[in-house]
Nanobody, 125 residues
Framework: QVQLVESGGGLVQPGGSLRLSCAAS????????MGWYRQAPGKEREFVAA????????YYADSVKGRFTISRDNAKNTALLRMNSLRHEDTAVYYC??????????????????WGQGTQVTVSS
């Protein structure tokens, strides 16, 4: 089993920045990728970004490209999501996910085995 704990959400004004952190613990050997998803009220959970543990390849949804950056600290088993130029439409609960996936599966939430509890991000003036 892998446990994921997110932190770093909060309230920010449009144009502002936030950094989310996801700390993984447990059977870390069982995962080779970590990702971030988000879910706004009344909407389905959507892919935001993902990173492979080996090599560090990154993948982004078109809606966040150029604004969000995913990174990892393998020594700390942590994935980070730096969010810049935040917009109202970025408001959602953000979830960290992890699993052993092939690249073509990174955008499919059903392919992830482990999920965090979520952290709220609210972009409002």
């Amino acid at each position: 089993q892998v446990q994921l704990v997110e932190s770093g959400g909060g309230l920010v004004q449009p144009g502002g920045s936030l950094r989310l952190s996801c700390a993984a613990s447990g059977s870390i050997f069982a995962i080779n990728a970590m990702g971030w998803y988000r879910q706004a009220p009344g909407k389905e959970r959507e892919f935001v970004a993902a990173i492979k543990q080996n090599g560090g390849s990154t993948y982004y949804a078109d809606s966040v490209k150029g604004r969000f950056t995913i990174s990892r600290d393998n020594a700390k088993n942590t994935a980070l999501l730096r969010m810049n130029s935040l917009r109202h439409e970025d408001t959602a609960v953000y979830y960290c996910a992890a699993g052993r996936l092939i690249t073509s599966s990174l955008t499919y939430p059903s392919r992830y085995n482990y999920w965090g509890q979520g952290t709220q991000v609210t972009v409002s003036s």
